[in-house]
Nanobody, 126 residues
Framework: QVQLVESGGGLVQPGGSLRLSCATS????????IGWFRQAPGKEREGISC????????YYAGSVKGRFTISRDNAMNTVYLQLNSLKPEDTAVYYCATDRGTWYGGSCFFRSYDYWGQGTQVTVSS
């Protein structure tokens, strides 16, 4: 069974950058890839970005496109989320997640996502 562990969160000033990591274990070809989500206090969970295991295809939410970049190593041992030009509204707990199956394109945020990491806190404040 796959396990996911996020790291790299912290406190950063507006306009700053962070790189989040999602370390995987037990990740096989059964899983479609990795999705990144975030949840701010009092708000619903929001899909941020996804990357495919098979071909590295990526997808971004409009709110982060052009500021955040998802990447992976070839073995999917680690998936990264580079956060640039951070804003106070980016403050949230960030999670990586996955599920079994295939991603055929389009939005990847409405999958079942059966496996989640514990989350890492990102706080953007001066």
């Amino acid at each position: 069974q796959v396990q996911l562990v996020e790291s790299g969160g912290g406190l950063v000033q507006p306009g700053g950058s962070l790189r989040l990591s999602c370390a995987t274990s037990g990740f096989t070809s059964d899983y479609f890839g990795i999705g990144w989500f975030r949840q701010a206090p009092g708000k619903e969970r929001e899909g941020i970005s996804c990357i495919s295991r098979s071909d590295g295809r990526t997808y971004y939410a409009g709110s982060v496109k052009g500021r955040f970049t998802i990447s992976r190593d070839n073995a999917m041992n680690t998936v990264y989320l580079q956060l640039n030009s951070l804003k106070p509204e980016d403050t949230a707990v960030y999670y990586c997640a996955t599920d079994r199956g295939t991603w055929y394109g389009g939005s990847c945020f409405f999958r079942s996502y059966d496996y989640w990491g514990q989350g890492t806190q990102v706080t953007v404040s001066s």
